[in-house]
Structures are given as structure tokens and as C-alpha cells.
């Protein structure tokens, strides 16, 4: 599909905080023709300086955990306060189950609903850019339209949620209680990512066993060596079923924000972030332009001949295809 508004279209309609210019825009950015990947460019640096002024959220745990009901009701709670939220969902198995983001809009009904929420999943792993730019950068699109606060929900498997951590501001990991690290198929490191922890379902009979779980995870999050941001992290319990925590866990994110601005904590790891974008998409075009070189270069065909017949190691013929990469560079400078 061709893109049909021009630059200028998409910037005012995504300054006025215009919907549906900010949903066109989203699909430009995640389309992969090259007409319409250099217009996302030249969006994304039109709307720069309009951007970062949003608390960026990440929160993440299994499948089934309560994230979607959860954010539903924190994203409700914070609009209630005044804020608009909009809301990103990378799901990496969605692509093959078809269901869960369908499950995500069912459950998240209400808040789409809101004119002051934006809720979008993201778009499937085969983008170019990767899916991390690519959130980040419809991420910049909901800040440039007005959203102040952007939550971004991944599933706590895969890679995903380095990612989406890279991209926050404050990271929540939401655990269930009763269930081992191992059970919930929460590898190891994800602990020390998050600021903050949630245990969910903290109603019913379940009150009791969450409560314990909190006071284990709090003993246990004191034992790492204190994070980069000074702060240390909390853990809560609440419950999307009784509406219980919901305000204790946008006060902590509050908090984490106040903290973080005051040390200056929160500036240097934006800046850190930057160049963490930074680095993925200098990677990528390197990237490209190697794999173009090697599918089309002569030279590389005979060097994959001598590694077919076992003449040059696969480590000595990679070697001679960066030089004869060098060489290619060069000339064409
Ligand atoms: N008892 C209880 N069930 C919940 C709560 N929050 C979510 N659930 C249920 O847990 C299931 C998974 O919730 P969902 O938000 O889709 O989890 P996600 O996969 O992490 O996004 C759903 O059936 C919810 O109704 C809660 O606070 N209490
Ligand atoms: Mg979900």
C-alpha cells in the first residue's frame, strides 16, 4: 500500500494529536518499501524535538501472568489523573498463535474505548530495523501526538524484554505467587532488570501466598548490589479483580521518576538509550550493506568455492571477504 499523506500531513496531524494520522503514520513506519521507510525517516527527524517528554513504562512477565488486565486498569487509573497513555504490546508469539493480541484488545475494551488512550500492537519480528527500533520509534510518534505516558507490554520470554528495558524508563516485572523463578520462565537477569515488582492476582485465596511472595522477592531483590539508578526496587502486590494496588504501583513509578530526575539518573539513561538506538541501526546498515555485497561481489563466490572444497578454513575466508568488502568501500569513495 502506498503511502498517501505527505510530510507535512503527517507532522500536523500527529501535532494536533490526531488518531488517525498517528495510527498511518505507525503503518508507514512499519512498512518496508523503501519510498515509504525514507519518508518515516525524514517524520522521525521532523518530530524529534517533540519527543521524550513522556514517563515510558515496560512491564513484563509469562503469558497468563495479568498484564494486559493490569495495564487495562493502570492506564484507566492514570488517565483518571489527568495523563494520556498510550499503550504498545510486542508479543513475539503472535505472530504464530494469531490470538493473543486479539485476547490483548478483548481485555483491554475499556481503555480503547478512552479518547485519552492509544492502544497498538506492535508489529510482527519480520520488520526491518528490528522490532526494538521499530517500537521505539512508534514510541516517539505517541510522544510527538501528546501521549504522556507510554506503556509497553512484552511477554517475559525471548529477547524482547532486554529490548523493551532498553527503551523504558521504569521496567515492571509482574510475577505470579506460588509459582517457582523457574516455573514462570523467568530467566535469570530479568530480576535485576526491573525497578519495580508486582505480584498479581492478589485476591481470594491468593492473598495470602501473594503476600508471602512479596516478602521473598523483596529479601531476595536485597541481596543484588544496588542499580545504576540508586533506586531500589519495590515490590507490591495488587489484583486487576478487586481493583487492589493498582494507585500503589503508579505512586512507585512516580516515585522512581522523582528519584531518577533528581540524581540525574534519568537524563544520563536516556542518553544511554540514544546511543544504544543508535548502535542497533548503524549495525543493521553495515549489515545490509555486507550481505548485498556478499550475494552479489564475484570475488566471495570464489571464496565460497574454496570453503566448499575445503581449501581455505571458513574463518580465513571471512577474513578475505571484510577485505575485499574494504576494498569495494574504498573504491566507491
Ligand atoms: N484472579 C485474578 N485473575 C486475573 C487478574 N488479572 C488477570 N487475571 C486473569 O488472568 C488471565 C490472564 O490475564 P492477561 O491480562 O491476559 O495476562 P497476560 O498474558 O499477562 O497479558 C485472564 O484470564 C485474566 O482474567 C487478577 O487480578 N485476579
Ligand atoms: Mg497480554
Known amino acids: 500500500m502506498k503511502s498517501k499523506l505527505t510530510l507535512q500531513q503527517y507532522t500536523d496531524g500527529i501535532s494536533q494529536g490526531n488518531r488517525v494520522v498517528l495510527g498511518q503514520a505507525i503503518t508507514l513506519i512499519e512498512s518496508n518499501l523503501p519510498d515509504d521507510q525514507f519518508l518515516a525517516a525524514q517524520l522521525l527527524e521532523v518530530i524529534l524535538s517533540k519527543t521524550g517528554n513522556a514517563i515510558r513504562i515496560g512491564i513484563t ?34 505472530q504464530l498463535t494469531k490470538g ?11 481503555l480503547s474505548k478512552n ?37 509497553i507490554e512484552t511477554v517475559g520470554v525471548g529477547q524482547s524484554e532486554v529490548e523493551v528495558k532498553n527503551m523504558t524508563d521504569f521496567f515492571l516485572l509482574l510475577m505470579l505467587a506460588g ?19 508486582a505480584i498479581t492476582k ?20 536485597h541481596l543484588y548490589p544496588m542499580p545504576a539508578s540508586g533506586w531500589s526496587p519495590k ?23 522523582e ?45 565460497e568455492q574454496l570453503v566448499k572444497d575445503q581449501q581455505i578454513s571458513p574463518l580465513i575466508a571471512a577474513q578475505k571477504i571484510q577485505e575485499a568488502f574494504k576494498r569495494d568501500i574504498k573504491g566507491k569513495t
Open 61 to 94: 512477565g509469562v503469558p497468563g501472568v495479568g498484564k494486559s488486565t493490569l495495564i487495562e486498569l493502570l492506564g484507566n487509573h492514570i488517565i483518571a489523573s489527568g495523563k494520556k497513555v498510550a499503550v504498545l504490546t510486542i508479543d513475539p508469539s503472535s
Open 100 to 110: 493473543s493480541i486479539l485476547g490483548d484488545k478483548t481485555r483491554m475494551e475499556d
Open 115 to 151: 479518547p485519552m488512550a492509544f492502544i497498538r500492537p506492535s508489529a510482527s519480528g519480520t520488520v526491518l530495523g528490528g522490532v526494538a527500533n521499530k517500537t521505539r520509534e512508534v514510541m516517539l510518534l505517541c510522544e510527538a501526538a501528546g501521549y504522556e505516558v507510554i506503556i
Open 179 to 197: 509459582a517457582g523463578d523457574e516455573l514462570q520462565g523467568i530467566k535469570k537477569g530479568i530480576m535485576e532488570m526491573a525497578d519495580g515488582l
Open 202 to 221: 492478589a485476591d481470594g485465596d491468593n492473598i495470602k501466598q501473594a503476600t508471602a511472595a512479596q516478602a521473598e522477592y523483596q529479601h531476595a531483590l
Open 235 to 257: 515490590v507490591l502486590t495488587c489484583s486487576a479483580m478487586n481493583n487492589t494496588g493498582i494507585d500503589e504501583i503508579w505512586k512507585m513509578i512516580l516515585a522512581y521518576h
Open 259 to 303: 528519584h531518577t530526575l533528581a540524581s540525574g539518573y534519568f537524563d544520563l539513561n536516556r542518553q544511554q538509550q540514544n546511543i544504544k538506538s543508535l548502535n542497533a541501526y548503524a549495525d543493521q546498515l553495515v549489515l545490509d550493506d555486507l550481505r548485498k555485497f556478499i550475494a552479489t561481489n564475484a570475488q566471495v563466490k570464489e571464496i
